[in-house]
């Protein structure tokens, strides 16, 4: 059977909806298909539309196969190989952008000493002209040069034949010249040494073609030459480019020649079915226009034989045109234009759909949306007079919020509100596009991630376009690839064995990370492998501590612990406690990867050959991760591509010089980001994308996100010798961002079918100030402003989602999360325990029960009872060195100094542990831990103690009825106990840090620092042991004298009848404000609104006050006021005793700076 035949031609087939031009895609491809080996071809211009297009088949003619969609850049340069060989246009071009930034890297370099090149001179020589080169300056001038010639290549190609051969001008699209700015004459003579290189490579080569100029310029003349219905061969019998809004005039060009010989269609989305060319540019009167694609408009204003433009024209044809489309179609407009100039009009298909009238003949009232969409279609301005839009139409959604989240947060509840009103509405209808997914994306996962399957408030969703460098492989990847500008801090070590494929590499589990993670804490490690490697950052190494805190030394302390556990220094060495015998895989890891970090460190501050730069990361990959099935393998394997991709490119353009490692990073970073706009579009669920070209499909519900003053028409920095930003001989189908953006905006405004929802952050955060939207949405509002009344302001959302406004009758704002809702509700009060709660008996108490209903009485409820443990977050150990110790490291260190009281550990051992600053740092805080332990020691010498201390320990029990407490004394190893042959008795607590507290000009007992040391007081005198107390601080000693056995057995029965109290139900107490309120009601009990008053000041007081520091107490306590009933029947059996037995506090000014803000 022979091979079907098809009439040769271009048609140009025109819709305002891209499912008209689907239906006739799909009936054209039905009744005329091609033989059954021969692929249909499809041009489209985005993974999406491919997407959207494959589905289309599948649905109608049951399968998508024998189908090929495929970018019209790829197919065209196929088809020039085919037409004019393989031999003249290789796969790979040698000027293309990829292998023309290294060309550049090559040849640019040896021009710089010209006079015209001095400009590029300075900025690659950023300090003065005697210096080298900077080699990253110079390959991102280069990256941005390529890109410039790339551009011309597209769409001057002109120019660049001009430069070839000589001429530095710049040709007009009317065929005149015009001169070479005297700045940049560079560019002329620079693309003349690139073509000259690539013919000096090969003197021989005369068939072959440079560049894509070139190339484009032989295939039009072979076609040409080619006489009709001759075919050449391997063409294919038709061509269909689909939903494509903008193609560079090569393209269009190469596509018309074709259509000599094969059917070639191109359906095109036109958002009007009139000329619309002249609303847009009347300041340029397009008096030649010999062909029309499209009737004008009846009734538009039109040239007469040899009128012109005037004023009074031009102004009809803004006054009765489209806003929209004059603001938002010049990108399009000049496609149209382009197309224009190819369509043959007797070929004319036009596909048309008025969203009203469809609307009426479905009996529906046309929505604002539709009837805006109607008048972009027909050319028309807004209606006047003015139409009343109905209360129920909310087609046209404008939201404002404070913030990115709550933009998110807001649409959420806003799209669970779409599906519970519509039941045909799914989650695949919606669509989300905003500016820039970079900053969007960890928002979207925070906001629709949250709820899981089966949650009613759960939304599938998808995200398309997110940046590879979030995959934890890319990361790791990219950390190594900085390898050498890192402090290689634990946090680095961490963030890499967070990943399984590099913790597979080295045998480990999560836990085991954990656990090393620990021991390294332990250790002191910090950052820097050794003390060279800390030289690199300015750290002398000529410090006696200067390998402190370093892996080296962490590692040294990990070994000799697990080979000596004895804690005695060794060679310099303080061995580490943590491994143990079976830990020996564990430190073998981490010797492991310190080695290849070492390695790879080596390695990546030289310079190598791009060749060498391949093999070296191999080596890196191989040795840093461990893929553990094929996805993984992939995903791992994709790293070492775009270097793959490098090295090809340098082979092409015959570049060989060592780069250093920044320039490999620069490039590979670029290569990854640009790799974000190959991913799939349809993902299922709700279609999170950027705002980009070609996204035009068409959903029930589009929403724009982040429309912000600054945020979109995206601005583009201007590249100061980029010819054709500047505006120079301008021609239809040049590209500029911010028209297409543009026209973006106006692709997406028709894209939407039943509702449009527009949201920006219109308040700042912090301030509460007005902010402007896009000015694209004001243009919006302006035009519906004109033609309808009755619009709903644009809204603007509560700050929090917990906000009162969600849960008031008063207003329209609502919210899904119940859990806010919930939240705010008053807080059950606390109610006493039920008859079989109360029935659960005191356990035996000991000491240390007594000393935690001291320190944090609803502690005995929570944690005593109920066995609930709130953890505080671990303390993070630091990366960097110290150059000072804060509070708690000076206690810590200090208490650690003053036991045992005859012979203190030296503080040269806290530096042997890394536990010092470096340097002079480091003696300055010996000085001072020294300092503050003789002030402890010397508040210890002026108390008459008997020596030496006795550290037998005593004990004792009491029953009280069911309650019995079991005593021992001292309470632990820190607290000492004194006794001579006489029988005199002294217990002594040193505290490195205060015994009064400061409120108000006036100091106050800390009842939890004396907490210990009351309840062994109490115990020793209540066995009858007459005993003196001391709390020896750094501002002060307090010491509470001797009690009469009856008297202290009576301050232990109400401590342990107030535990028994605490143990029922929580008590909402805390020993700070206590003791406030303590000493006001002391001081006259009448003045009980004045104490409650003080002590409530105290516990609520934002800068410090006692609230954060009582966590469990937070957890039961609904408001502070609750504490005042418990206060004023509890003060007095849990702290009564003490505040009565304490003397009166020293003056807390005489205390030295440093020693009153000790912790």
């Known amino acids: 059977m022979p091979p079907r035949s098809f009439r040769p031609g271009f048609m140009v087939l025109h819709s305002n909806q891209l499912e008209g031009l689907r239906t006739l895609l799909l009936a054209h491809l039905e009744s005329q298909p091609l033989d059954p080996l021969t692929p249909e071809i499809i041009l489209v211009q985005s993974n999406g539309m491919k997407n959207w297009v494959e589905r289309a088949l599948a649905e109608h003619l049951g399968i998508c196969a024998g189908t090929e969609l495929t970018l019209p850049a790829t197919l065209i340069w196929r088809l020039y190989r085919q037409v004019l060989g393989p031999e003249r246009v290789p796969a790979d071009m040698p000027l293309d952008e990829s292998a023309l930034v290294w060309r550049l890297m090559r040849l640019l370099p040896q021009h710089l000493h010209l006079p015209s090149f001095v400009t590029l001179a300075r900025y690659v020589r950023p300090t003065d002209a005697a210096s080298g080169i900077d080699p990253l300056r110079l390959y991102s001038l280069c990256a941005e040069l390529a890109d410039v010639f790339d551009g011309y290549q597209n769409y001057r190609a002109d120019w660049l034949e001009d430069w070839a051969a000589g001429e530095a001008r710049l040709r007009q699209a009317n065929g005149a010249h015009a001169a070479m700015p005297p700045d940049q004459a560079w560019q002329a003579a620079l693309w003349q040494a690139v073509v000259a290189d690539w013919q000096a490579e090969d003197p021989t080569r005369t068939q072959s073609l440079a560049s894509r100029a070139q190339v484009h310029a032989a295939f039009m003349q072979a076609l040409e030459r080619t006489p009709d219905g001759q075919c050449p061969a391997g063409l294919p019998p038709r061509l269909i480019v689909f939903g494509i809004s903008a193609l560079p005039m090569q393209t269009v060009q190469a596509l018309a020649a074709l259509g000599r010989f094969c059917q070639v269609l191109m359906l095109v989305q036109n958002p009007c079915q009139y000329f619309w060319g002249d609303i847009v540019e009347s300041h340029a009167p397009l008096q030649r226009l010999a062909r029309r694609r499209q009737a004008e408009k009846p009734g538009w204003p039109t040239l007469a034989q040899g009128q012109t433009w005037d004023d009074h024209l031009r102004l009809a044809l803004h006054t009765q045109g489209n806003g929209l489309l004059a603001a938002w179609g010049k990108q399009g407009r000049d496609y149209l ?180 993670d620990a021991w390294l804490a332990q250790a002191n490690v910090r950052w820097g492998l050794d003390t060279p490697h800390r030289a690199d950052f300015g750290l002398p190494s000529t410090l006696p501590d200067a390998q402190n805190n370093t892996w080296l030394f962490g590692l040294e302390r990990l070994l000799l612990g697990f080979a000596q556990p004895a804690p005695h220094p060794w060679a310099g060495v303080m061995p580490q406690a943590g491994p143990a015998s079976l830990d020996g895989p564990l430190l073998d890891a981490l010797v492991l990867w310190l080695r290849d970090m070492t390695w790879a460190l080596a390695q990546l501050t030289q310079a190598h050959r791009p060749s060498e730069w391949v093999a070296l990361v191999q080596q890196m990959l191989a040795r840093c991760f461990e893929a553990q099935d094929d996805r993984e393998h992939t995903r791992i394997g994709a790293l070492l591509a775009p270097l793959e991709a490098w090295w090809k490119d340098c082979q092409l353009a015959g570049f060989d010089e060592a780069v250093p490692l920044a320039v490999v990073r620069e490039y590979w970073l670029r290569k990854v980001q640009s790799a974000s706009a190959q991913q799939r579009f349809f993902g299922g669920g709700v279609q999170f994308a950027t705002l980009m070209p070609m996204r035009s499909i068409p959903f029930r519900v589009v929403c724009l996100l982040g429309m ?83 619009l709903a302001e644009p809204a603007l959302q509560p700050l929090h989602p917990f906000s009162p406004a969600y849960f008031s009758a008063q207003t329209q704002d609502f919210t899904y999360d119940a859990q806010w809702q919930a939240a705010r509700q008053p807080s059950k009060p606390v109610t006493p325990a039920s008859p079989t709660a109360q029935a659960t008996p005191v356990p035996s108490l000991d000491a240390q029960a007594l000393v935690r209903l001291l320190r944090a009485p609803a502690q005995v409820y929570l944690r005593d009872r109920l066995g609930v443990r709130l953890l505080s977050p671990a303390a993070q150990s630091p990366d960097e060195e110290s150059f000072g110790l804060d509070e708690l490291q000076r206690y810590q260190l200090v208490e650690e100094l003053l036991y045992p009281l005859d012979a203190p550990p030296e503080a040269t051992l806290l530096s042997l542990r890394g536990e010092l600053p470096l340097g002079a740092a480091g003696q300055l805080a010996r000085e001072e831990l020294r300092r503050l332990r003789e002030v402890l020691h010397t508040h210890l010498a002026q108390l008459p103690l008997p020596p030496p201390p006795r550290l037998d320990r005593r004990s004792a029990q009491w029953r009280w009825g069911d309650l019995q407490l079991d005593g021992e004394w001292p309470l632990d190893a820190r607290t000492r106990w004194w006794r001579d042959d006489g029988g005199h008795h002294w217990q002594t607590l040193l505290r490195p840090g205060r015994v009064w507290f400061d409120f108000k000009n006036k100091s106050y007992p800390r009842l939890d620092a004396l907490a210990a040391l009351w309840v062994g007081h109490l115990m020793a005198n209540a066995a009858g042991e007459p005993t003196h107390s001391s709390l020896i601080g750094l501002d002060d000693v307090i010491t509470l004298r001797p009690l009469e056995a009856a008297q202290a057995q009576g301050h232990l029965e109400s401590l342990v009848q107030a535990y028994a109290r605490a143990w029922a139900s929580p008590m909402f107490m805390a020993p700070r404000s206590a003791a406030l309120y303590g000493l006001g009601m002391l001081a006259d009990p009448s003045q009980e609104p004045q104490a409650w008053a003080q002590a409530r000041s105290y516990f609520d007081d934002p800068r410090g006050g006692e609230a954060a520091r009582q966590p469990y107490l937070q957890r039961v306590l609904a408001q502070t006021q609750d504490m005042r009933g418990v206060l004023q029947h509890e003060w007095a059996g849990v702290y009564g005793g003490l505040l009565r037995a304490l003397p009166t506090p020293s003056d807390a000014s005489d205390s030295e700076a440093d020693e009153e803000s000790a912790a």
């Not at 933009?407 to 039941?423: F, P």
């Not at 980029?722 to 120079?728: K, R, T, Y």
């Open 337 to 516: 234009h382009l197309l224009d100039a190819h369509d043959a009009g007797a070929s004319r298909v036009d596909v048309f759909v008025d969203p009203v009238a469809c609307a009426r003949e479905e009996g529906r009232e046309p929505s604002l949306l539709a009837q805006v969409q109607s008048g972009i279609l027909n050319l028309e301005a807004p209606p006047q007079p003015r139409q009343r839009v109905a209360a129920q139409d909310h087609s046209v959604v404008m939201v404002r919020t404070h913030s990115a989240r709550r933009e998110l947060e807001v649409l959420h509840d806003r799209i669970l509100d779409w599906l519970d009103q519509d039941a045909t509405l799914k989650p695949q209808d919606i669509t989300v596009m905003v500016p820039d997914m970079a900053s969007f994306a960890p928002v979207i996962h925070a906001v629709f991630g949250r709820f899981l399957p089966g949650d009613p408030r759960h939304l599938p969703y998808a995200v398309a376009d997110a940046s590879p460098l979030t995959d934890p492989v890319m990361q790791a990847m990219a950390a190594l690839l900085q390898l050498p500008e890192l402090r290689l801090s634990r946090r680095d070590w961490r963030s890499w064995m967070d990943v399984p494929a590099c913790r597979r590499r080295y045998g480990l589990e999560l836990a085991q990370v954990d656990e090393l």
């Open 708 to 790: 912000n003053d600054t945020a979109y028409p995206r601005a583009a920095a201007p590249r100061g010798f980029d010819l054709m930003a500047m505006g120079e001989g301008w021609r239809a189908g040049d590209r500029s961002r911010r028209e297409d953006d543009r026209y973006l905006f106006l692709e997406a405004v028709l894209a939407a079918r039943d509702r449009l929802y527009i949201s920006w952050q219109g308040r700042h955060s912090v301030t509460h100030a007005e902010q402007p939207p896009s000015p694209l949405v004001l243009q919006l509002q302006a035009h519906l402003e004109q033609g309808w009344e009755g």
